[in-house]
């Protein structure tokens, strides 16, 4: 069974960084997509950023572009989700998330219904 554990999460001032991590443990992650959601408070759970199992193809949300870089080291079977200019609206947890194998190229997505394995989410917040 495939566990993911996210950490990295922290207090930070608007305009800071960091860098969040996701390791795996059970399963490989070789072919698996993976994403990161974040929850904020009192709102629904959103994608964030997705990494295709072949090719290391991204998508972004429109509101982390050229901000967030997301990226996977399969050899450590782990995800990993770069943060800069960080503004108190990226306040909430940060899942990071798996789909089931595919052992051929399949683009990643950022609805939640396309991913089976979950982490518990570690916490970002961004404050003055």
């Known amino acids: 069974q495939l566990q993911l554990v996210e950490s990295g999460g922290n207090s930070v001032q608007p305009g800071g960084s960091l860098r969040l991590s996701c390791t795996a443990s059970g399963l490989s992650l070789n072919y698996k997509n993976l994403a990161w959601f974040r929850q904020a408070p009192g709102k629904e759970r959103e994608g964030v950023a997705c990494i295709s199992n072949v090719g290391g193809s991204r998508n972004y949300e429109d509101f982390v572009k050229g901000r967030f870089t997301i990226a996977r080291d399969n050899a450590k079977n782990a995800m990993f989700l770069r943060m800069n200019s960080l503004t108190p609206e990226d306040t909430a947890i940060y899942f990071c998330?798996?789909?089931?194998?595919?052992?051929?190229?399949?683009?990643?997505?950022?609805?939640?219904?396309?991913?089976?394995?979950w982490g518990q989410g570690t916490q970002v917040t961004v404050s003055s």
């Open positions: 998330a798996a789909s089931d194998n595919s052992f051929s190229y399949t683009p990643c997505t950022l609805r939640e219904t396309d991913y089976v394995s």
